[in-house]
């Protein structure tokens, strides 16, 4: 089974410049999650998905960030203008369902550096 | 104060030894609790979930203390392998599925 992929890699971009991250989940996986993980710290949830609906994103910070997940596939993340403090690694992770006992599965993540 | 806390070490350890990791979390509606793993610059991966008192897997014991909040690892005879970041998670009663890390535990296993 091909585990939760995740594009770009890496990306090095300037302040207030913008970028978009994309992530595709396991297959038949119905809950999708984008976090943000600080260097040193846990990741922090940033969104959450239920197919195509958002369950969560009360920690998104929506004057810059938005995401999608139109098809209830595949999901991308977006950050317009980015600041010095986004740098961080942006984790997908999904589940097949919500309820207790539905692992979650990371992707590789994105590694954003903003100069 | 953080809903869930970890020491963040690190903890250094000789090959052998036996180590322990505490994790404390404040909402008490939280029904479920993992441990995940993670590498240097790899995604976190899920070494034990724990629903009720405990989990026990080979060299891994997670221990659940409702009474006082805090979930614990043990991991006994360490290897040189287990270095790593230990990050503990939990999981709110609202079934959404989220979870809420703490800032992990980084153990490294000397030889």
């Known amino acids: 089974e091909a585990g939760v992929a995740q594009s770009p890699r890496y990306k090095i971009i300037e302040k207030r410049q913008s970028v978009a991250f994309w992530c595709n989940p396991i297959?038949?996986?119905?809950?999708l999650y984008w976090y943000q993980q600080i260097l040193g710290q846990g990741p922090k949830l940033l969104i959450q998905?239920?197919?195509?609906?958002?369950?969560?994103d009360s920690q998104l910070p929506k004057d810059r960030f938005s995401a999608e997940r139109l098809k209830g596939v595949d999901s991308t993340l977006k950050i317009q203008p980015a600041k010095l403090e986004d740098s961080a690694v942006y984790l997908c992770?999904?589940?097949?369902?919500?309820?207790?006992?539905?692992?979650?599965?990371f992707g590789p993540g994105t590694r954003l550096t903003v100069l | 104060r953080k809903e869930v806390e970890q020491d963040p070490g690190p903890f250094n350890v000789p090959e052998g030894a036996t180590v322990a990791f505490n994790c404390t979390y404040s909402?008490?509606?939280?029904?479920?609790f993992f441990w995940y793993r993670q590498d240097c610059r790899k995604e976190p991966k899920l070494l034990m979930s724990?629903?009720?008192s405990g989990n026990e897997d080979g060299r891994f014991t997670a221990q659940l203390n409702r009474a006082s909040q805090y979930i614990s690892l043990l991991i006994r005879d360490s290897k040189l392998s287990d270095s790593a970041t230990y990050l503990c998670?939990?999981?709110?009663?609202?079934?959404?599925?989220?979870?809420?890390f703490g800032q992990g535990t980084t153990l490294q296993v000397k030889p």
């Open positions: 992770a999904s589940t097949r369902g919500r309820g207790d006992y539905n692992e979650q599965f």
């Open positions: 297959s038949g996986h119905a809950t």
């Open positions: 998905f239920q197919n195509n609906g958002v369950v969560d």
């Open positions: 909402n008490s509606a939280s029904q479920s």
């Open positions: 724990v629903y009720s």
């Open positions: 998670a939990a999981r709110g009663s609202s079934n959404t599925g989220k979870l809420i």
